[in-house]
């Protein structure tokens, strides 16, 4: 039964590894990712890992990839992937010889327990509760360390996406502040002190805007 | 099963990695890519821990984790500063550090 879990789950990660490099449109992209990463959590339960699956689903399938989402959203797809001649061959190739190289190294390393189940099994191996003990006493230094490395990352993101001249220059503000109106009627941008500017020009139809107050309060007939 | 073949997984999914990083021009693409390589390592870790009984290991791919998301922070909001910029976004082309 786990080795039939472990080919459908490998074989399913190993093809959104594949979909995430050929195929053309980022959107798609990021889909074959999130189905690798579900895959791999399917793994990382096989091997006994329940937190660190649980983690992966959450943070990564979840967090990252709405992250990714919303960027390929915004940036848009169009992509063409005919890169330069050379790197376009060679790049499958050294590939396909580290592939080769690792699976030498690792397979023939001699080492014995590589041809095992592993070591016996105690219950809460990979459980939340033996993981986070670790975490704050053996691993309390890199879990600290860690938080403020995700705080430097998110003020940092802030810093080089923000907007660098402040808002751009409105073109169309003054038309639509200056459109003609009955009088004692306007908008917040009076009160602004934007339509001051405009009062010594006549808008175009409609009532006269160049008229003073007191001109425009007997023609109006006063309330 | 083994721990061998999900070592073997791990290598595979690492050199796909390695590959798109090499062949794809779009840096979208290229950061999932780097995730692709960093979960392939993750893979090893865990299945490292369970070969030792060790749940060390695991702690290790939760940091790696949350490094993983860091530069996934950092590398998006490049490429949204860049397409901000009305520059190529294509790796090929931003190959200059002046802006």
Redesign the interface.
Known sequence: M??VL?FIA?IG??TG??G??MLRN?FY??LA?AF??VS?AA??L????E??AA??VI??AG??MV??VF??A??GGG???A??GV??V???L???A??IE??IA??GAGLK??????????PG??SPG??GQ??LT??LF?FEI?SI??M???V??????R??RGLEPDEQLEQRVGVARPAWTGTMAEAGGIRLALHDEPAPGGEPVGTTAGERSEHEGGW | MNIGWYLAVSAIIFCIGAGGVLVRRNPLVILLCLELMLNAANLALVAFSRMWGNEDGQVFALIVMVVAACEVTVGLGLVVAIYRRQLPIDVDELNELQG
């Open positions: 786990s080795a472990f490998a990660a190993i590894a594949i995430v490099v980022p992209s990021v990712l690798h990463l791999l793994l990382f096989l091997l006994r890992a937190f660190v983690a992966q943070v990564y967090a990252v992250l990714y960027v390929v915004y940036v992509e063409q992937l890169s330069g790197l376009r060679l790049g499958p050294f590939g396909l580290l592939a690792l699976c690792m397979l327990a590589v041809n095992s189940r592993g070591a016996p099994f105690v191996f990979g033996s993981i670790l975490f053996k691993f890199p860690a490395l995700l430097v990352a998110a940092g993101a802030v810093v080089l996406a907007r660098r």
